[in-house]
């Protein structure tokens, strides 16, 4: 989640989505945008010169605003000389089915805790990084008003105001300091707090000290992206990784993500979530034995996925609750 002009929390997979996720270029809040719509440059053959771009914020919008919005698959075109143009792009393995005048319903995170609790689910809010800088300026004064500290505590603070226990969340942050805060000034939601690690290469991932360390320091819960898991050893079969050894050794619980994320595996599209693992990687079957060795020989507490079902039919077959 991130938040908008009048400090009100939403649910977004970043601050600044809006002009890929929304159909925010077709309405006139377009205006409103921190880098409005700017087409395409081509030349005479029609070769693309300059890639379109925008960049709108919900920040740059009141909670009424951002509400008045529609969601749709987080694409763009780059070639696009329109902004509806802009809005299409979408990889031929995703689709746009929910889209439209009736559907892709934005939500406020109260919103989001009250569905959840109605559907008897638990919750695992992610708070965003901002990318206005912090503290940020809600009233245009010229002063910062808004900390870091406030946003992360409104988070939890949320979830309070709904009588949700501790127990049924688990908030995660790619920031140390938020998990830090949580543990520090909200033990009952700290102890359960995932710390998710954006190493984008093996060489990035922290050490087996490093590892130690988080659990020293009431951190139970880490989520690196599912490479960091993941090797293979001299017979071409995906195993273990010396990462996933050293953090069941810190006693440190392990989530991960994200599970399907590449489109077709038997085409090779598998790079950054499948680096450490690509040549165990032959056909679409080959997630099921990914999702076995992590559940089985990593021991992982949860995984994320694009396409759920498949880890619901894993699960179901064998038994996992």
Same mark, same amino acid.
């Given at each position: 989640?991130?938040?908008?002009?009048?400090?009100?929390?939403?649910?977004?997979?970043?601050?600044?989505?809006?002009?890929?996720?929304?159909?925010?270029?077709?309405?006139?809040?377009?205006?409103?945008?921190?880098?409005?719509?700017?087409?395409?440059?081509?030349?005479?053959?029609?070769?693309?010169?300059?890639?379109?771009?925008?960049?709108?914020?919900?920040?740059?919008?009141?909670?009424?605003? !951002? +509400?008045?919005?529609?969601? $749709? &698959?987080?694409?763009?075109?780059?070639? /696009?000389?329109? %902004?509806?143009? @802009?809005?299409?792009?979408?990889?031929?393995?995703?689709?746009?089915?929910?889209?439209?005048?009736?559907?892709?319903?934005?939500?406020?995170?109260?919103?989001?805790?009250?569905? !959840? +609790?109605?559907?008897?689910? $638990? &919750?695992?809010?992610?708070?965003?990084? /901002?990318?206005? %800088?912090?503290? @940020?300026?809600?009233?245009?004064?010229?002063?910062?008003?808004?900390?870091?500290?406030?946003?992360?505590?409104?988070?939890?603070?949320?979830?309070?105001?709904?009588?949700?226990?501790?127990?049924?969340?688990?908030?995660?942050?790619?920031?140390?300091?938020?998990?830090?805060?949580?543990?520090?000034?909200?033990?009952?939601?700290?102890?359960?707090?995932?710390?998710?690690?954006?190493?984008?290469?093996?060489?990035?991932?922290?050490?087996?000290?490093?590892?130690?360390?988080?659990?020293?320091?009431?951190?139970?819960?880490?989520?690196?992206?599912?490479?960091?898991?993941?090797?293979?050893?001299?017979?071409?079969?995906?195993?273990?990784?010396?990462?996933?050894?050293?953090?069941?050794?810190?006693?440190?619980?392990?989530?991960?993500?994200?599970?399907?994320?590449?489109?077709?595996?038997?085409?090779?599209?598998?790079?950054?979530?499948?680096?450490?693992?690509?040549?165990?990687?032959?056909?679409?079957?080959?997630?099921?034995?990914?999702?076995?060795?992590?559940?089985?020989?990593?021991?992982?507490?949860?995984?994320?996925?694009?396409?759920?079902?498949?880890?619901?039919?894993?699960?179901?077959?064998?038994?996992?609750?």
């Amino acid at each position: 989640m991130t938040f908008t002009k009048d400090k009100e929390l939403v649910c977004r997979h970043s601050q600044c989505d809006l002009h890929t996720t929304t159909n925010i270029l077709e309405t006139p809040l377009a205006e409103k945008c921190t880098q409005p719509f700017r087409p395409a440059q081509l030349d005479a053959a029609g070769n693309l010169v300059q890639a379109a771009s925008a960049q709108c914020c919900a920040s740059d919008l009141t909670l009424d605003e !951002f +509400k008045t919005l529609r969601g $749709k &698959m987080d694409s763009f075109d780059p070639a /696009a000389t329109s %902004a509806a143009a @802009y809005l299409g792009g979408n990889p031929s393995w995703r689709t746009d089915l929910y889209a439209g005048a009736t559907s892709g319903t934005l939500l406020t995170h109260k919103e989001s805790i009250r569905l !959840f +609790k109605k559907r008897g689910v $638990k &919750m695992t809010p992610e708070l965003k990084s /901002a990318s206005v %800088a912090m503290p @940020y300026d809600s009233d245009g004064d010229g002063t910062g008003d808004y900390t870091q500290q406030n946003y992360t505590q409104q988070m939890i603070d949320e979830y309070k105001a709904e009588d949700v226990r501790p127990r049924n969340v688990f908030p995660q942050s790619f920031d140390i300091g938020d998990i830090r805060y949580w543990i520090a000034k909200e033990p009952e939601f700290g102890k359960q707090a995932v710390y998710l690690d954006d190493a984008s290469v093996v060489a990035e991932l922290p050490t087996a000290a490093q590892l130690a360390a988080y659990k020293a320091e009431g951190i139970n819960i880490v989520a690196p992206p599912i490479f960091a898991l993941l090797d293979v050893n001299d017979s071409g079969n995906v195993v273990p990784s010396r990462y996933a050894r050293d953090a069941k050794n810190a006693g440190l619980d392990i989530i991960i993500w994200t599970l399907e994320r590449s489109g077709i595996l038997a085409d090779g599209n598998n790079d950054f979530y499948y680096q450490t693992f690509d040549s165990a990687i032959r056909r679409e079957g080959d997630k099921m034995k990914v999702l076995d060795v992590l559940a089985r020989n990593v021991g992982i507490r949860g995984i994320f996925s694009d396409w759920p079902a498949t880890v619901s039919y894993y699960a179901n077959c064998m038994n996992i609750r």
